[in-house]
């Protein structure tokens, strides 16, 4: 397929970039669990009889948190959940509309964290109300999990890619307006997925939309990793 003028970037197929964000997101999830039940198998619960990991800097033992990070909202247990339950979904979704795989990445390995720790709230009856399971003590000052180390890391991380100006370029395009895309010649379906090529001048009309009613398509940059 022939273009007049260079695309900025091709926004990966949809199939690619889900399997990429859930495969992500399943590890994380499944790898705080692993240790967690590990945790509750081997590890005391009295901070006297800690485990040390790195001398007395951090140690490990069992302990139960029922609200948010640094034990805050305990008697608020539904609350925390129904927070965590929507923080998690919107991070996975921009995760999964990013067409740029270190947002992707990035945005899964914080989706998984959540989820981890979703899971263990999940289990209280009535749903929602269990406690979370932490063993990392640090310095004493405060006890978290595997989750909450990929968490940590993805908003480090997250902060590196705003200083570095990496853009986000969150794309929501209706039917209507893939199919006008489709018909300029501006984007393809490759069997597995609409492959999007957005161009910085790029505006496409809904048809399903009044007269003058168009979505102008964020600006693209290019993208140091090959357009991902």
Same mark, same amino acid.
């Given at each position: 397929?022939?273009?007049?003028?260079?695309?900025?970037?091709?926004?990966?197929?949809?199939?690619?970039?889900w399997?990429f964000?859930?495969?992500?997101?399943?590890?994380?999830?499944v790898?705080?669990?692993? %240790?967690?039940?590990?945790?509750?198998?081997?590890?005391?619960?009295?901070?006297?009889?800690?485990?040390?990991? /790195?001398?007395n800097?951090?140690?490990?033992?069992? %302990?139960?948190?029922?609200?948010?990070?640094?034990?805050? !909202?305990?008697?608020k247990? !539904?609350? &925390?959940?129904? /927070?965590?339950?929507?923080?998690?979904?919107?991070?996975?979704?921009?995760?999964?509309?990013?067409p740029?795989?270190?947002?992707a990445?990035?945005?899964?390995?914080?989706?998984?964290?959540?989820?981890?720790?979703?899971?263990?709230?999940?289990?209280?009856?009535?749903?929602?109300t269990?406690? &979370?399971?932490?063993?990392i003590?640090?310095f004493?000052f405060?006890?978290?999990?595997v989750?909450?180390?990929?968490?940590?890391?993805?908003?480090?991380a997250?902060?590196v890619?705003?200083?570095?100006?990496?853009?986000?370029?969150? !794309?929501?395009?209706?039917?209507?307006?893939?199919? %006008?895309?489709?018909?300029?010649?501006?984007?393809?379906?490759?069997?597995?997925?609409?492959?999007i090529w957005v161009?910085?001048?790029?505006?496409?009309?809904d048809?399903?939309?009044?007269a003058?009613?168009?979505?102008d398509?964020?600006s693209?940059?290019?993208?140091?990793?090959?357009?991902?």
């Open positions: 397929m022939h273009f007049d003028d260079e695309p900025t970037f091709r926004a990966q197929n949809k199939l690619g970039r399997f964000v859930l495969l992500i997101c399943v590890v994380v999830a790898l705080d669990q692993l %240790t967690k039940a590990i945790a509750k198998d081997y590890l005391p619960e009295n901070p006297a009889d800690a485990v040390p990991l /790195i001398g800097f951090i140690t490990l033992h069992l %302990t139960h948190n029922s609200g948010a990070a640094l034990s805050l !909202l305990n008697s247990t !539904l609350v &925390v959940t129904a /927070i965590s339950v929507i923080l998690v979904f919107a991070v996975l979704f921009a995760a999964l509309l990013t740029h795989r270190s947002w990445g990035v945005l899964a390995m914080i989706a998984g964290g959540g989820m981890g720790n979703l899971m263990d709230r999940g289990r209280g009856e009535p749903w929602g269990g406690a &979370v399971i932490d063993f003590d640090y004493g405060f006890v978290g999990n989750a909450d180390i990929f968490v940590v890391l993805g908003v480090v997250v902060f890619l705003i200083i570095r100006k990496k853009p986000l370029d969150v !794309l929501w395009l209706s039917k209507a307006q893939i199919a %006008t895309l489709e018909s300029q010649g501006k984007a393809e379906n490759t069997g597995r997925g609409k492959v161009f910085e001048d790029a505006s496409v009309s048809n399903s939309a009044s003058g009613d168009s979505t398509l964020a693209a940059r290019d993208n140091s990793e090959g357009g991902q």
